[in-house]
Structure formats: structure tokens, C-alpha cells
């Protein structure tokens, strides 16, 4: 994910990338971000924590705890620390960072190709802070919306883990244009692109999904036996409780972190 981020503001908002400080515990993963972004990507913190503005806590939940002493009391006063961990909450971050700006973000890969969607929530004294510039930096890599923390949970199950969803569809999709004779390369794009086509379609209409399937369904047509398969399938169920299963999973994750 700060791959994705990184992608994001290099690539898609044009950010200086000798003006971004990567910390990692693997020599190798730095030399990677290195070559690939030109980004200052070093073991361990050390050299910069006390000098940038915007720190970016971006590790797996298990390895939170050591990353937040590691910069304890080290960062500049009036830095802001965002964290994308899925499941830590403002709460336990003000514990160990009382006096920062705060912003818990759950942004999703699709960053790194300029079509991402972060959605954030902010402690009181990032509430008073110009929080511009960072949801520029969340913006380069796509949509980003300010919502309340509670709602975070349901966040990661949908849009954190969303993009494994639509691959998933793609995926599935291609298979069967692959199975009625499609080579596979051209039915992954027919599949790629056609579910691209329709949430573009949603996103610029501003109609409700529902409404806008109604007008691909003509009365015993191709689209209305295909939809009635799926539901046979109970495919919308599924996708469902797929977004339900990963909520409680995000919770799980933050009682333990």
C-alpha cells in the first residue's frame, strides 16, 4: 500500500521524490523503492524522523506497536501523522502521540494507477490543522472522502478490500468468455474494461446502479438471462457478506493491535 501511495504522488501528482523519506527494515525492499521511484528509502528512520512534515505509519497491523515506538517522541512537533494500519484507531494512536495531528486513512491499491479511493478521519487537533495538503497527497492517486471513524471498519470491508472483489469478477468473467472461445488476453480485457466502463458510468451520472442495470436489461434478453444466472448464484449475497466477513475481520484486527 505505500508503494501505492508512493506511485501516487510521483506519478500522478508530480511530487519531487527526493522530498519523500522511506523507512524500511529490509536493505533490499529499500533498494527496490529506490530504483523504482528515486524516493530516499533507508533502514530504520533515524536520519529523517525529526525533520518531515507528514509522517506515514504504513505497516501490516502486527508490526504497529514497534513501528509507533521507533518514532515515539522523535517526530517534529507540529507533525502530522497519518496512518493507514487497518484496524488502530485515533484512540490508541493518541496514546502514544498526544500532542500530533491525527488522521487514520483507509485508502486501497488502485492508488497507484490514479484510480484509488481513501477515506479518512481526523482526531480534534487534526480537525483544527490545514489539512490541505494531505488530502491532496490522497487525492493524486484518486477519489478520497472524509467520513466518521465509526464508519471505518465498514470502509476497509468494502473499499480496502474491494479491489480484491473486482478482480476476482474480472477474473470470473474472463473465464467464461474464455470458455465460449475468447483468447484469454482479449476476454480479460472485455471483462477489465467493461467493469471500468460501469462504475465510471455510476460515478458520472450520479443514477443509481439499479436504475442504470435496468437500462443494459432488455425485456427476455441476453443481459436479463445473465443477471437472473447470478442471482440463481447468489452472487449479490455473496458480495455481501464479503464486505460484512471483512468488516468484522478489520475489527478483530484493531481489538488486538
Same mark, same amino acid.
Given at each position: 500500500?505505500?508503494? !501505492?501511495?508512493?506511485?501516487? /504522488?510521483?506519478?500522478?501528482? $508530480? #511530487?519531487?521524490?527526493?522530498?519523500?523519506? @522511506?523507512?524500511?527494515? +529490509? *536493505?533490499?525492499?529499500?533498494?527496490?523503492?529506490?530504483?523504482?521511484?528515486?524516493?530516499?528509502?533507508?533502514?530504520?528512520?533515524?536520519?529523517?524522523?525529526?525533520?518531515?512534515?507528514?509522517?506515514?505509519?504504513?505497516?501490516?497491523?502486527?508490526?504497529?506497536?514497534?513501528?509507533?515506538?521507533?518514532?515515539?517522541?522523535?517526530?517534529?512537533?507540529?507533525?502530522?501523522?497519518?496512518?493507514?494500519?487497518?484496524?488502530?484507531?485515533?484512540?490508541?494512536?493518541?496514546?502514544?502521540?498526544?500532542?500530533?495531528?491525527?488522521?487514520?486513512?483507509?485508502?486501497?491499491?488502485?492508488?497507484?494507477?490514479?484510480?484509488?479511493?481513501?477515506?479518512?478521519?481526523?482526531?480534534?487537533? !487534526?480537525?483544527?490543522?490545514? /489539512?490541505?495538503?494531505?488530502? $491532496? #497527497?490522497?487525492?493524486?492517486?484518486?477519489? @478520497?472522502?472524509?467520513? +466518521? *471513524?465509526?464508519?471505518?471498519?465498514?470502509?476497509?470491508?468494502?473499499?480496502?478490500?474491494?479491489?480484491?472483489?473486482?478482480?476476482?469478477?474480472?477474473?470470473?468473467?474472463?473465464?467464461?468468455?474464455?470458455?465460449?472461445?475468447?483468447?484469454?488476453?482479449?476476454?480479460?480485457?472485455?471483462?477489465?474494461?467493461?467493469?471500468?466502463?460501469?462504475?465510471?458510468?455510476?460515478?458520472?451520472?450520479?443514477?443509481?446502479?439499479?436504475?442504470?442495470?435496468?437500462?443494459?436489461?432488455?425485456?427476455?434478453?441476453?443481459?436479463?438471462?445473465?443477471?437472473?444466472?447470478?442471482?440463481?448464484?447468489?452472487?449479490?449475497?455473496?458480495?455481501?457478506?464479503?464486505?460484512?466477513?471483512?468488516?468484522?475481520?478489520?475489527?478483530?484486527?484493531?481489538?488486538?493491535?
Amino acid at each position: 500500500m505505500a508503494a !501505492a501511495m508512493i506511485a501516487g /504522488m510521483t506519478e500522478k501528482w $508530480g #511530487l519531487d521524490p527526493t522530498h519523500i523519506y @522511506v523507512s524500511d527494515h +529490509k *536493505e533490499a525492499r529499500c533498494r527496490e523503492l529506490y530504483d523504482r521511484y528515486r524516493v530516499r528509502a533507508e533502514v530504520g528512520a533515524d536520519t529523517f524522523i525529526g525533520q518531515v512534515d507528514i509522517v506515514v505509519l504504513a505497516v501490516k497491523p502486527s508490526g504497529a506497536v514497534m513501528a509507533m515506538e521507533e518514532i515515539k517522541g522523535r517526530m517534529k512537533s507540529n507533525a502530522v501523522l497519518v496512518s493507514i494500519v487497518a484496524g488502530l484507531s485515533l484512540a490508541k494512536l493518541a496514546e502514544v502521540f498526544p500532542d500530533h495531528p491525527l488522521v487514520r486513512v483507509m485508502p486501497n491499491t488502485p492508488l497507484a494507477v490514479g484510480e484509488g479511493m481513501s477515506a479518512y478521519a481526523l482526531n480534534d487537533r !487534526a480537525e483544527q490543522t490545514d /489539512m490541505s495538503f494531505v488530502c $491532496g #497527497l490522497l487525492a493524486a492517486g484518486g477519489r @478520497v472522502v472524509k467520513i +466518521k *471513524e465509526e464508519w471505518m471498519d465498514a470502509v476497509t470491508g468494502l473499499s480496502g478490500s474491494g479491489p480484491a472483489y473486482g478482480f476476482l469478477m474480472i477474473e470470473a468473467l474472463a473465464d467464461g468468455g474464455v470458455m465460449m472461445g475468447l483468447p484469454r488476453p482479449t476476454a480479460t480485457m472485455l471483462a477489465a474494461q467493461t467493469l471500468l466502463g460501469a462504475a465510471r458510468m455510476v460515478l458520472t451520472t450520479g443514477e443509481a446502479p439499479a436504475v442504470l442495470k435496468e437500462q443494459v436489461m432488455s425485456p427476455a434478453g441476453t443481459t436479463a438471462a445473465g443477471v437472473q444466472a447470478l442471482e440463481k448464484r447468489s452472487v449479490r449475497g455473496a458480495l455481501i457478506d464479503a464486505v460484512l466477513v471483512a468488516t468484522e475481520r478489520s475489527k478483530t484486527l484493531g481489538e488486538k493491535t
